[in-house]
């Protein structure tokens, strides 16, 4: 498993000096490594929302997991649920966040 000790603390920084940027792509690797980047992001949601950088341990209300559905894709059900959730206003954090499972399966967007 990859070592994110480094990319932790340059997220720390952007989010103090208020340059985080609206979106990041975490890519590529096995598919431990993929596991890794998504335990990453949603350490960095929770650190958004609840200020401690590790993996959640309850649901947060910032966050959006998008996974494929039961035919095997991520299509426009899902679609519409990104757009809802992207349209409401955080309540916990200043910001939302979205993680993409098997990105490589969207359609329709």
């Given at each position: 498993?990859?070592?994110?000790?480094n990319?932790?603390?340059?997220?720390?920084?952007?989010?103090?000096k208020?340059?985080l940027?609206?979106a990041?792509l975490?890519?590529?690797?096995?598919?431990?490594?993929?596991e890794?980047?998504?335990?990453?992001?949603?350490?960095?949601a929770?650190?958004?929302?609840n200020?401690?950088f590790?993996?959640?341990?309850?649901?947060?209300?910032?966050?959006l997991c998008?996974?494929r559905?039961e035919k095997?894709?991520?299509?426009?059900?899902e679609?519409?649920?990104l757009k809802h959730?992207?349209y409401?206003?955080?309540i916990n954090?200043e910001?939302?966040?979205?993680?993409?499972r098997h990105?490589?399966?969207?359609i329709?967007?």
């Open positions: 498993m990859l070592n994110y000790n990319l932790q603390q340059d997220f720390i920084r952007l989010i103090e208020e340059r940027s609206h990041y975490f890519f590529g690797g096995n598919e431990a490594d993929r890794a980047k998504i335990i990453f992001a949603e350490s960095l929770n650190f958004l929302e200020k401690k590790e993996k959640p341990t309850r649901p947060l209300i910032e966050l998008l996974k559905d095997g894709v991520i299509g426009i059900d679609a519409r649920q959730f992207l409401q206003k955080p954090s910001r939302r966040t979205v993680v993409i990105s490589e399966d969207l329709g967007f």
